[in-house]
């Protein structure tokens, strides 16, 4: 070792004095960090606090303004000097005692507290004050918080509340979109909750990860701000260093400042669409018919229900003069027979047959719907109705055929051999009006009545023949038969059709205002008159005007003994009467048409061409189908009855919307189109699912930056910057004078790094536990490395310096030969002394 070279643990010969500070002798070697002397001896510590203070020069300018160390009744002003070397340091005075400490107070380094001081008594010294009980910890801490495990902790606390975002909106699926704005913000928060606990995760790798990198790389400044500041400040994103040198950082950055986009894309999995809702329900007032009602109505009795009168489906004669006050049983001289359609029932019939569909009944949607709900039930009843059978169709079919089974027609008749397009003989076998020479009300004017007096002796079989247009997509059919293609443009079809008792199940489906009814089934049970007509004009006298004759007679229904049967039979009579009387006619088609039938007001006829619907057979049962539905529209007709309860006549009831409507209730589904939520379960999850993808591997890399940290958690907060900031030889910079404290670019583009810093001519910071030298309470080195020199008395740290300070602590701590380590940031070596 060269003489000159003083050795460590001396004093060093000082060349001036400036308050307080020496400055460095060059022939010694350069120090690391400066150490301020007291101008007056065994001066104690007085309690300090950090606050922003400004500094004079020696003209009394404003030299800058930061954060300093507020020292009460401070007696030295410790002012910087400019030394000779740009990063060197003054001399340590090593009879000094740090910060004036008394003598009684010693620097020692114990094996808990490595570098600390120790203080007598625990008390201040100062002659000048009394005696100030040291600063105590305080008793709460959240030190807890920083921890390693509070990464896993976000990262799953994210995926909880990932869940039960998806669990929340899987269970609104399909529902009333009802509280919509509430709904709304509930899912907002939840997507939040997993947003923020994904971000702390990824933001905690992001703070590890950020110290590791200023370790592992040499930066200049403003890229060392970049990286501090890049999860705030998006410009560190447009810095080329950070993208060449802090790759992992950026990613983690890129990372942080996409999470937002989890709160904007998730919420959106839940929309609102319009759906049909359904449930099974309970409807009011579903009504249904039942024709043994009319058994029992009386035309003299006004069958008053809820104020409004019962009507039947047949107008009524009586044998008895005056007899709307007799109330005897029926006599032989003494009942009421048949007359005619009643005028409700007419009506009903002709409402049908001109709107071409069931009459519904008034607000019957909004009586067993409920306000806002569309709905749909089946009924079941026993009614009366056609069957019918197709007998020929086409030119060649077997008129000899039809004749033998009673046919008032046959193929000839219809175009193309015939001028009509259609006929309809219904009325063979009609009763006769009237029945005998009577007065008025229907008295027989002779006496004893005929045995057959108002007898139902058959029911008149439906003959119906029309013309099929063989090519229907023509615009209009041929009407001459000059023309060649006449012949071929038609084909006749004949059918019959009976009156039958048929069960039918018709299903009703009431939605907004309108109805529609679709017959699910139906069954043909039995004719209503079992009887076959023999001729329709017979010249047999039998006392009445009636000269039908049908076998056989004893299946004719007489008014009396069993007059209950006989109502029930005319009622059937009469819907078929009404019904009948709108197909009866023909319609003359050639040289023109000429209709002379009332089957022209109904859809069983096209009004372009005045031909009969090509499927004719099926439109005629359709037609009587909906005017014995059409009876439900109007509830005084005895035969309307509740459907839960078929015995009991429903009548004309007030609608009332509340829950205690009297009426019986009666199954139903109920549906209604309305704002439903819809949770797009796949939208949500390619969300989360990067997300939380991103967040994996963010927390692998954090877990990587902990192990290389020896799992020691670092944070970004002001107090850490400033505790990697203190090497004296950053004030050798050239910082300038600014009140607001800017950074010159100079210094921005100086390069440093973060790493194990010696500072032998400073006590004033509690070294770390690094195994480098260390001061004993003696100013003697322990634990001095022979190779590459031997780090004297003062304090060893981490901080920030430029890279020949960190290179010079490595060869002093390590030797010459030792290369500074580089390992990969997905390494999870510990790093020591790099």
């Known amino acids: 070792m060269d003489s000159h070279t003083p050795q460590y643990g001396q004093q060093q010969p000082t060349k001036a004095h400036y308050h307080g500070l020496q400055q460095q002798d060059p022939a010694w070697p350069e120090p690391i960090a400066p150490t301020p002397e007291t101008s007056s001896p065994a001066s104690p510590p007085l309690p300090r606090r950090v606050t922003f203070f400004q500094r004079t020069g020696r003209n009394g300018s404003q030299v800058s303004i930061g954060l300093g160390i507020d020292q009460h009744d401070q007696r030295t002003d410790y002012t910087r000097v400019r030394q000779t070397s740009p990063f060197s340091s003054p001399s340590y005075n090593d009879t000094k005692t740090p910060y004036g400490l008394h003598q009684h107070e010693s620097y020692i380094e114990t094996p808990d507290t490595p570098g600390f001081y120790s203080q007598s008594h625990n008390r201040d010294l100062s002659p000048d004050g009394p005696e100030k009980p040291r600063l105590q910890p305080p008793r709460w801490s959240w030190s807890w918080l920083n921890a390693p495990w509070v990464m896993y902790a976000a990262l799953f606390l994210g995926i909880v509340f990932a869940g039960s975002h998806h669990a929340f909106y899987a269970s609104l699926n399909g529902k009333p979109a009802d509280d919509q704005l509430k709904m709304m913000r509930f899912g907002g928060f ?54 060449r040198k802090s790759k992992v950082v950026i990613f983690l950055a890129v990372i942080m400042w996409l999470f937002p986009l989890v709160v904007i894309l998730t919420p959106s999995s839940l929309t609102v669409e319009l759906r049909e809702e359904s449930k099974q329900a309970q409807c009011s007032t579903v009504r249904t018919l039942n024709f043994q009602a009319e058994r029992k109505k009386n035309w003299r009795l006004a069958d008053r229900l809820y104020g409004y009168p019962g009507f039947s489906l047949s107008l009524w004669n009586c044998t008895l003069a005056n007899s709307s006050e007799v109330f005897e049983p029926y006599n032989q001289t003494f009942y009421d027979y048949w007359d005619g359609i009643s005028q409700p029932a007419d009506l009903v019939t002709k409402q049908t047959a001109y709107s071409g569909n069931v009459v519904p009944r008034e607000n019957v949607a909004l009586e067993t719907c409920g306000r806002g709900w569309n709905c749909s039930y089946t009924i079941t009843f026993e009614a009366p109705g056609y069957k019918c059978d197709e007998l020929g169709r086409g030119q060649n079919m077997d008129d000899k055929a039809l004749q033998d089974r009673g046919a008032p027609f046959d193929s000839s008749d219809l175009i193309p051999r015939g001028d009509y397009a259609y006929i309809a003989e219904v009325m063979g076998g009609e009763y006769a009006k009237p029945q005998v020479d009577t007065f008025d009300g229907g008295v027989p004017v002779k006496k004893p009545f005929p045995r057959y007096l108002g007898a139902l002796r058959t029911e008149p079989v439906l ?115 009404s019904f009948r009387q709108f197909l009866k006619g023909k319609i003359h088609y050639i040289p023109f048409p000429n209709p002379i039938t009332d089957a022209t007001q109904t859809r069983l006829i096209d009004k372009a061409t005045f031909l009969a619907v090509p499927n004719l057979m099926d439109a005629v049962q359709e037609f009587y189908e909906n005017i014995t539905l059409s009876l439900l529209s109007n509830p005084q007709f005895m035969i309307v009855s509740w459907a839960a309860q078929p015995e009991t006549r429903s009548g004309v009831t007030a609608f009332d919307e509340s829950e205690d409507d009297s009426s019986p209730k009666y199954p139903c589904v109920k549906s209604r189109i309305a704002n439903s939520y819809l949770y797009v379960q796949r939208d949500l999850w390619i969300a989360y699912s990067i997300a ?88 003697t080195s322990v634990g001095a490395s022979t190779e590459g020199g031997v780090v004297g008395n003062g304090r060893v740290y981490y901080g920030f310096a430029p890279p020949e300070v960190l290179e010079r602590t490595r060869r002093e701590t390590f030797g010459p030969g030792r290369a500074r380590p580089k390992s990969s940031p997905f390494s999870f070596q510990i790093w020591e002394h790099s």
Not at 193 to 215: D, G, H, N, P
């Open 190 to 243: 939840l997507s939040y909750a997993s947003k923020a606990s994904l971000f702390a995760a990824v933001f905690f790798a992001y703070r590890q990860q950020v110290w590791v990198t200023v370790r592992r790389r040499h930066l200049r400044l403003k890229t060392v701000d970049g990286i501090f500041a890049i999860s705030q400040d998006l410009t560190g994103l447009f810095n080329t260093e950070i993208w």
């Open 463 to 577: 003959w119906i023949g029309h013309s099929v247009r063989t090519r229907p997509n023509d615009t209009l059919p041929p009407s001459k038969k000059e023309n060649a293609d006449f012949q071929a443009g038609y084909e006749p079809v004949i059918f019959r059709c009976e009156h039958y008792v048929t069960r039918y199940t018709i299903q009703f489906n009431h939605t907004f205002s309108s109805q529609s009814t679709k017959v699910i089934k139906k069954e043909h049970l039995k004719p209503i008159i079992d009887t076959v007509l023999e001729t329709a004009n017979s010249t047999v006298s039998d006392g009445t005007n009636d000269t039908t004759t049908a076998q056989p007679k004893r299946n004719y229904v007489l008014p009396y003994p069993d007059y209950e049967h006989y109502r029930l039979t005319a009622a059937y009579h009469s819907l078929g009467l």
């Open 692 to 779: 939380i993808l991103a967040t994996l591997v963010c927390v692998g890399l954090g877990t990587a930056a902990l192990a290389q940290n020896n799992y020691h958690v670092r944070d970004v907060k002001v107090s850490s910057v400033i505790a990697a900031t203190r090497a004296p030889c950053l004030e050798e910079l050239p910082w300038k004078t600014s009140k607001w404290g800017e950074v010159s670019w100079e210094i921005k583009e100086t390069k440093l790094g973060y790493g194990v810093i010696s500072d032998r001519e400073s006590v004033g910071t509690p070294r770390i536990g690094t195994g480098l030298p260390s001061r004993t309470n003696t100013g």
